[in-house]
């Protein structure tokens, strides 16, 4: 059998476009900002209906970078953590939503996320495992 060659990757599950390094992995333990309303139990019909028509949910991971994508508009999001500014990212190839960008956190324990990109886990396929 042949060696990997090359840096593990994550591709959008549409196209197969490369958009994140694994090694700008931070963290594997975040949920999807409506699943964690979901969980919550927050009643917001409006934006639920509207995330789940692009599929929001389930787990995600947080990465430092990006790659291969367009950034959308800011809008605010109030999250289980707190108050964010962020914007959509899609897969620069095929618009497929993968995740959201944190612009501004309000709350100063989640400034850490700000500049940093979330990827939901069923948007992404590996690639070189």
């Known amino acids: 059998m ?9 591709s959008c599950c549409n196209c197969r476009n490369h958009v994140a390094l694994h090694d700008d992995v931070i963290s594997k333990a975040f949920q999807s900002w409506l ?27 947080l990465f430092s970078h990006a790659m291969n994508v367009t ?8 999250l289980i953590t707190g108050l964010h500014t962020v914007a959509d990212v899609y897969c620069c190839d095929c ?4 995740g959201w960008k944190y612009e501004r956190a309000y709350e100063e324990t989640q400034k850490y996320k700000e500049g940093k990109f979330i990827l939901e886990k069923s948007r992404i396929v590996k690639e070189n495992w």
Do not use: W
């Not at 042949?2 to 994550?10: F, S």
């Not at 139990?41 to 995330?51: C, G, I, N, P, V």
């Open 2 to 10: 042949g060696e990997v060659v090359g840096p593990r990757l994550y």
């Open 71 to 78: 950034v959308g508009p800011k809008e605010d999001r109030n």
């Open 95 to 98: 618009h497929e939503v993968l």
């Open 35 to 61: 699943e964690a309303l979901k969980i919550k139990s927050l009643h917001l019909a409006s934006e639920k209906k509207e995330e789940t028509k692009i599929g929001r949910h389930g787990r995600a991971f």
